[in-house]
């Protein structure tokens, strides 16, 4: 199994909602990563886990809420999100954070915030 | 001034033509990675890099580490190569990876 998934494809929730992006590996990979991604712009990181643990947050506001609950598995928490952080969220990962380690992306989940 | 500057920006081609993109970066890396990404889709990695040259198909691409320059070269181009081209390069301290602009690709029939 090479490949990460992201759940659920497309998202759309109000200002008010809490919601969840779910992103899964099976690589054995012990980084990983949530990027954002805006329209003709290239990705944007937002947080890192190496080895389960939160390693970078790219201040972040705290509406974005993530959580590794083990190796496979990485959540972004959703709430009280603004229209503007409508986007493609990105999940990526790779064998070991930082040097020579090709990441792995997911088809992404594209977010619209009403 | 971006750490990673990627041109041109924009390029349209005819099918079967010799495509050439160009990277240019200001930092020490571990690697230089060349993505894709398709309209509306998520991102495949098409090559890693820290020396020299790979071949994949009908893409190849080079890195020259003194100059701090890769190109990406895709030869008999198809217009299922069009897609958006990403630079991205691994620096040596961190584990974040920092993207150019990309490249924006339409290979016509």
């Known amino acids: 199994d090479t490949e990460v998934t992201q759940t659920p494809k497309h998202l759309v929730m109000g200002m008010t909602n809490k919601k969840s992006l779910k992103c899964e590996q099976h690589m054995g990979h012990r980084a990983m990563y949530w990027y954002k991604q805006k329209a003709k712009k290239p990705p944007e990181l937002m947080f890192v886990y190496s080895y389960e643990k939160l390693s970078i947050n790219e201040s972040v506001p705290s509406r974005f809420s993530p959580e590794c609950p083990n190796s496979s598995l990485l959540n972004l928490h959703l709430h009280a999100l603004q229209p503007e952080d409508s986007a493609l969220y990105l999940c990526?990962?790779?064998?070991?954070?930082?040097?020579?380690?090709?990441?792995?992306f997911g088809p992404g989940t594209r977010l619209t915030v009403l | 001034k971006n750490e990673v500057e990627q041109s041109p920006q924009n390029l349209t081609a005819q099918e079967g033509e010799f495509i050439t993109i160009n990277c240019s970066y200001s930092?020490?890396?571990?690697?230089l990675h060349w993505l894709q990404q398709h309209p509306g889709g998520g991102i495949v990695s098409l090559f890693m890099?820290?020396?020299g040259k790979k071949k994949h198909g009908r893409l190849i691409a080079t890195i020259n580490i003194q100059e701090k320059h890769s190109s990406l070269h895709i030869t008999a181009s198809h217009p299922r190569d069009s897609a958006v081209y990403i630079c991205?390069?691994?620096?040596?301290?961190?584990?974040?990876?920092?993207f150019g602009e990309g490249t924006q690709l339409t290979v016509n029939p």
């Open positions: 930092v020490g890396i571990s690697a």
């Open positions: 890099l820290s020396s």
């Open positions: 990526a990962s790779s064998r070991y954070p930082g040097g020579y380690n090709e990441q792995f």
């Open positions: 991205a390069v691994q620096e040596t301290s961190g584990s974040r990876l920092t």
